[in-house]
């Protein structure tokens, strides 16, 4: 058969998309790296453990990713390191969360960062708010405790976050339901959640409005009270008894997104590499097994459909902090 100009283009074409394949197809990271933005103990250590504890198990990574850690702002410091040291990297994700949304919503990252300083891979489970004492506190129920507020104003809440965070947030829905103001409440920030968490059982904070998964060991372990969970329903499995805040007469609900991105001029070879191992996690009964057993629930999106979520996400701690007060 005669070659004509658009049979040549045609197949000039097919060998482009072949390249482009192979090209992606050989890329495999150099020494991967999880980043988690804060000491060890909390959400990020937490969030970085599911990644690399269900990729050796599943196999799909061929060298072993290797944990670093990098505390300062609820993510803020590793954000502008990515952005100025970093920018090109293809080997290191970085943890991030919904209380990392909110931050980057009040442009805590800096005036200069926003959405569209990242490339966004996806998601490894939702988590939900909790509302959480020592086992050995005086209340058993939110509403023990939300007449505790109202009578004793020295009650001391603590998490990891300034004010503005999505921990003060938990707390200060729970005041501004009570009709106190948000602003009146005593309230430490500590680095992470591992920091709070030995802070409540230290007695140095009475409330720790943290995250479930993050408190499931010392939950097992009977050192630790759930008053009530900020989820739609009763959550399953080791947390079916705990009630929700709903239940309780309480309108609180907070969803905990923890996810994944990469440096904001990461390659393109690199970017779907990383999305594409996510998206084969997903299918895996070993990422099922290391979400669930770190109590964490179903949130499977990546690439496009990932980015979307931030971005939606940003936009609504944006409006919820305008109502708060802490956006003009």
Known sequence: MKSTPLVHAVLGAGL????????????????????????????????????????DKSGLLKEPMRVTF????????????????RRTDDNAVVAFSSGSSLNLAL??????????????????????????????????????????????????????????SQDWMKAAFLYRSLGLDPRTMRYVAYEGG???????LGNHIQVYPGDVSEIKGQLDAGIVRVLAVLSPERLEGDFAAIPTATEQGFDMEWPIMRGFYM?????????????????????TDAFTQVRNNQGLFPLSMAGDEFEAYIKAEVEKFQNLSREMGLLK
């Open 263 to 283: 440096a904001p001029e990461a390659s393109d070879d690199a970017y779907n590499y990383w999305v594409e191992q996510f998206n084969d996690l997903y299918q």
């Open 16 to 55: 482009l998309v072949m390249g482009a394949g192979s090209a992606h197809a050989e890329f495999t990271p150099n020494k991967p790296e999880c980043i988690a933005p804060a000491k060890p103990g909390g959400g990020f250590d937490l969030t970085c453990r599911i990644l690399t504890s269900s990729l």
């Open 70 to 85: 990098m505390p300062g702002g609820v993510g803020a410091v590793a954000y502008t390191h990515m952005n100025s040291n």
């Open 107 to 164: 442009s805590k990252f800096g005036k200069d960062l926003d959405v569209d300083d990242a490339r966004w891979i996806g998601a490894v489970g939702t988590d939900y708010g909790a509302i959480i004492v020592k086992a050995d506190a005086p209340w058993n129920s939110l509403q023990e405790l939300a007449d505790e507020i109202k009578s004793n104003p020295s009650l001391v809440f603590g998490a990891g976050g300034t004010v503005g």
């Open 194 to 200: 591992g920091d709070a968490l030995a802070a409540v």
